[in-house]
T-cell receptor
Framework: EAQVTQNPRYLITVTGKKLTVTCSQN?????MSWYRQDPGLGLRQIYY???????DKGDVPEGYKVSRKEKRNFPLILESPSPNQTSLYFC???????????FGPGTRLLVL | EDQVTQSPEALRLQEGESSSLNCSYT??????LFWYRQDPGKGPEFLFT???AGEEKEKERLKATLTKKESFLHITAPKPEDSATYLC?????????????FGKGTKLSVKP
């Protein structure tokens, strides 16, 4: 089944404790992206990647890092999480820049 | 500044009562407009992509249309299972490549 998977689905952590949210797709998509969704603010793009080893900032990149060492994986790294990073995070992928983006199931993060 | 505004924020319909959701956008140039459906706690599910004014697409009870300034999602004879939040997103020319700019969504409730 073609899909985008994220792990973990739910995470509670404390301020400053580094964490990684994994994202993987099995559709051989070149383009991958991370979004956060907050009440009243909608979905906002954090980072995106056009292909392996090619990443760039979205609208809200502060406090996040990404890497793209393999085509199928695009992890989101929070080196020193803060409470304002409490949010619902979505990974998405598409065949190319112009194509439709397909979203993962989401990761709900709470930073205490 | 590129912007997407959806209205209404919330819409309550009786089963069978047709209506339309609006997505107004302001972008320097439009590469594509996307409609997604999002159920609570889940990732957005792709519905339609529209690329040029005058374009229309249909899927079951849903029909999406596009003009130079806005898009409509028409829902004909809705059923309770159509209840969800409907998201509109645009991909503009310029800016961060691949970036999708989302509206805040319209929460649709269909009562039996």
């Amino acid at each position: 089944e073609a899909q985008v998977t994220q792990n973990p689905r739910y995470l509670i952590t404390v301020t400053g404790k580094k964490l990684t949210v994994t994202c993987s797709q099995n559709m051989n998509h070149e383009y991958m992206s991370w979004y956060r969704q907050d009440p009243g603010l909608g979905l906002r793009q954090i980072y995106y990647s056009m292909n392996v080893e090619v990443t760039d900032k979205g609208d809200v990149p502060e406090g996040y890092k990404v890497s793209r060492k393999e085509k199928r994986n695009f992890p989101l790294i929070l080196e020193s999480p803060s409470p304002n990073q409490t949010s619902l995070y979505f990974c998405a992928s598409s065949l190319g820049l112009e194509e439709t983006q397909y979203f993962g199931p989401g990761t709900r993060l709470l930073v205490l | 500044e590129d912007q997407v505004t959806q209205s209404p924020e919330a819409l309550r319909l009786q089963e069978g009562e047709s209506s339309s959701l609006n997505c107004s956008y302001t972008v320097s140039g439009l590469r594509g407009l996307f409609w997604y459906r999002q159920d609570p706690g889940k990732g957005p599910e792709f519905l339609f992509t529209l690329y040029s004014a005058g374009e229309e697409k249909e899927k079951e009870r849903l029909k999406a249309t596009l003009t130079k300034k806005e898009s409509f999602l028409h829902i004909t004879a809705p059923k309770p299972e159509d209840s969800a939040t409907y998201l509109c997103a645009v991909r503009p020319y310029g800016g961060s490549q691949g970036n999708l700019i989302f509206g805040k969504g319209t929460k649709l409730s269909v009562k039996p």
